[in-house]
T-cell receptor, first 114, second 119 residues
Framework: GDSVTQMEGPVTLSEEAFLTINCTYT??????LFWYVQYPGEGLQLLLK?????DKGSNKGFEATYRKETTSFHLEKGSVQVSDSAVYFC?????????????FGPGTSLSVIP | DTGVSQNPRHKITKRGQNVTFRCDPI?????LYWYRQTLGQGPEFLTY????????KSRLLSDRFSAERPKGSFSTLEIQRTEQGDSAMYLC?????????????????FGPGTRLTVT
């Protein structure tokens, strides 16, 4: 079935370190891919998205490239800040007959220390 | 309208009691989704409305769960005879779309969630 796998956390980095969070997916069909972020006590916010192979989504210094050949959508940021501490969810979306089916990964918790 | 809102934000109830949560989507969005999120996991789909019609339900949605969207605007999720296993964050999301022949995937906008604790 359709699924998303993420690297296990928690991940702890020092400020200004390079971040990579791996994400791979399995899907029947041609999904759109997303990264959502959840700050403590808040709902999910869309961080970035890509809708077709080789698309690069980017926002707030974060980037991810849709790699169809490796079924991956790894999240990267060159220099993390303390304010980036949150839980990051990789997700895929497939168009069904009447709605968009979204499947989330388990999330990766990131803590950035000064 | 600044986004999806949910009420209450927190609910503590005793096992066996009924609870009801409310979601107000972004006003022009005709699609509305409910998800459940347990600790350390990503959200899991529960049910979907297009306008007032409930078009999809997950197998996670047992008979004790019911959702409505009576006028195609706000939605309620009711859990009857709550169990400790119902303790979770319940998230609502909305999106545009739903026109016949639509072949575009629409971003879902999430509310802050209702955290349910069943004691």
């Amino acid at each position: 079935g359709d699924s998303v796998t993420q690297m296990e956390g928690p991940v702890t980095l020092s400020e200004e370190a390079f971040l990579t969070i791996n994400c791979t997916y399995t899907a029947t069909g041609y999904p759109s891919l997303f990264w959502y972020v959840q700050y403590p006590g808040e709902g999910l916010q869309l961080l970035l998205k890509a809708t077709k192979a080789d698309d690069k989504g980017s926002n707030k210094g974060f980037e991810a490239t849709y790699r169809k050949e490796t079924t991956s959508f790894h999240l990267e940021k060159g220099s993390v800040q303390v304010s980036d501490s949150a839980v990051y969810f990789c997700a895929l979306s497939l168009m069904k007959t009447s709605y968009d089916k979204v499947i989330f990964g388990p999330g990766t918790s990131l803590s950035v220390i000064p | 309208d600044t986004g999806v809102s949910q009420n209450p934000r927190h609910k503590i109830t005793k096992r066996g009691q009924n609870v009801t949560f409310r979601c107000d989507p972004i006003s022009e969005h005709n699609r509305l989704y409910w998800y459940r999120q347990t600790l350390g996991q990503g959200p899991e789909f529960l049910t979907y409305f297009q306008n007032e019609a409930q078009l999809e339900k997950s197998r996670l949605l047992s008979d004790r769960f019911s959702a409505e969207r009576p006028k195609g605007s706000f939605s309620t999720l009711e859990i009857q005879r709550t169990e400790q296993g119902d303790s979770a964050m319940y998230l609502c999301a909305s999106s545009p779309g739903g026109r016949k022949g639509d072949r575009v995937t629409y971003e879902q906008y999430f509310g802050p969630g209702t955290r349910l604790t069943v004691t």
